[in-house]
């Protein structure tokens, strides 16, 4: 399996939901990311996991709340998010732990709609 | 905050022929990474090439090498023997101190 897959496709919800999305990878990869990309704009790197411990978290409101329960699995809680956090949702994974020099393979992302 | 900036919202190249994307960027650290990521219409970004600033020499791969002109902060795409699948958004991107940055976007359209 050398690919990241994202889960749902697509999601719709409310500013009172609570949601998950899920990114697995079974290529034993060390690293993983979250990023959001909104619409006509560059993605914008949210987390980053090395080991499954939070290593980067770019200033990014409570309400996007990350897990990684394991090596092979990542996970973004949403909770009483915003219009504007409506976006496409990127996950990525890198086989080892550096940004810099480890190339990241990305999923194809989730869209999210918040009413 | 330090920037990125690609100055062509939208470029199209004829199949076969040779086309450049600009980047520039903003920096006062001496130590940094710069990458081109391309994203097709699926969506699933893929990294195109690499280059370490520390190193003078430009990145190649394959149809794909870069112009890296440090004192300049310029970091341009040069794609040779234009294919219909160069056909995507390609991303410019900077990393350095935990912090990547990435640049507004290139749609690069491929005409047959």
């Known amino acids: 399996d050398t690919e990241v897959t994202q889960t749902p496709k697509h999601l719709v919800m409310g500013m009172t939901n609570k949601k998950s999305l899920k990114c697995e990878q079974h290529?034993?990869?060390?690293?993983m990311y979250w990023y959001k990309q909104k619409a006509k704009k560059p993605p914008e790197l949210m987390f980053v996991?090395?080991?499954?411990?939070?290593?980067i978290n770019e200033s990014v409101p409570s309400r996007f709340s990350p897990e990684c329960p394991n090596s092979s699995l990542l996970n973004l809680h949403l909770h009483a998010l915003q219009p504007e956090d409506s976006a496409l949702y990127l996950c990525?994974?890198?086989?080892?732990?550096?940004?810099?020099?480890?190339?990241?393979?990305f999923g194809p992302g989730t869209r999210l709609t918040v009413l | 905050a330090q920037t990125v900036t690609q100055s062509q919202p939208e470029m199209s190249v004829q199949e076969a022929e040779t086309v450049t994307l600009s980047c520039t960027y903003d920096?006062?650290?001496?130590?940094?990474?710069l990458f081109w990521y391309k994203q097709p219409p699926s969506r699933q970004m893929i990294l195109v090439i690499r280059?370490?600033?520390?190193?003078?020499q430009n990145a190649t791969e394959n149809r794909f090498s870069v112009n890296f002109q440090k004192a300049a902060k310029s970091f341009s795409l040069k794609i040779s023997d234009s294919q219909l699948g160069d056909a995507a958004m390609y991303f410019c991107?900077?990393?350095?101190?935990?912090?990547?940055?990435f640049g507004a976007g290139t749609r690069l359209t491929v005409k047959p």
């Open positions: 990525a994974s890198s086989p080892g732990t550096s940004v810099s020099t480890d190339t990241q393979y």
């Open positions: 290529m034993g990869h060390r690293a």
């Open positions: 996991y090395s080991y499954e411990k939070l290593s």
């Open positions: 920096t006062s650290e001496s130590d940094y990474y």
């Open positions: 280059q370490e600033a520390y190193k003078q």
């Open positions: 991107a900077k990393y350095n101190n935990n912090d990547m940055r």
